[in-house]
Each structure stands twice: as structure tokens, then as C-alpha cells.
Nanobody, 122 residues
């Protein structure tokens, strides 16, 4: 199982980035995909989650209306479109394979990808 996150970078406040998480070794029927972030000095937090099982989607309250998670099953890739970025969104973003129940609040991440840095300047 491998997860490869990409798409991070430096952007001004109000700008947009699209993160990609390319998965291999499993399908989205096997696991859901979660996006997480960790800012310096803070704990890692769940940002968004998408599951083929029941079509569950979760967003952290602070990103609702600005971030959109989507999937391309043919490419086994999950995207996180981030619009109206704020300096508080600055963090290392990770994707992880999670149990389908995780998107509803149950379970723990199973496999982690490496992170991609997102920096939002004011």
C-alpha cells in the first residue's frame, strides 16, 4: 500500500491549491481516504474524508465551503481542492487510507502517505 500526496506550495491568502493523493495497492472499495494536516506546534487534525461506502463525506468545520474533496476512481486518486486559503491553513497536509467508518467518526487511520507542505502568506 502506498499513498503519494502532492500539490502543496506557497500561495497568498485568498488563493487556491489542489492537492492530489495517488493511491496504489488498494482500491477505494477497500478503504476510504482522509486528508489531515499538522501545523507547527499543533496536533494533527482531520480535514476531510471521503468514502465509497454510503458516499460519506466529512469536512472540518473551519474548511467547510472552501475545501472540496473528490475522487477519480479510474486513477485511484483523491483530490482536495482548497479555495479561499487563509494563513491558518498553513500546515503539512497528509493523506491516509482509513476505514470507511472513519468518515463517520469511528476507527483510526490505517496507512499514511508522506506530507506535502502548504504555506499561505498574508
Amino acid at each position: 500500500v502506498q499513498l503519494q500526496a502532492s500539490g502543496g506550495g506557497l500561495v497568498q491568502a485568498g488563493g487556491s491549491l489542489r492537492l492530489s493523493c495517488a493511491a496504489s495497492g488498494f482500491t477505494f472499495d477497500d478503504y476510504a481516504i482522509g486528508w489531515f494536516r499538522q501545523a507547527p506546534g499543533k496536533e494533527r487534525e482531520g480535514v476531510s474524508c471521503t468514502s465509497n461506502s454510503g458516499g460519506t463525506i466529512y469536512y472540518l468545520n473551519s474548511v467547510k465551503g472552501r475545501f472540496t474533496i473528490s475522487s477519480d476512481n479510474a486513477k485511484n486518486t483523491i483530490y482536495l481542492q482548497m479555495n479561499s486559503l487563509k494563513p491558518d491553513d498553513t500546515a503539512v497536509y497528509y493523506c491516509a487510507a482509513v476505514p470507511h467508518s472513519y468518515c463517520s467518526g469511528y476507527g483510526y487511520p490505517t496507512f499514511w502517505g508522506q506530507g506535502t507542505q502548504v504555506t499561505v502568506s498574508s
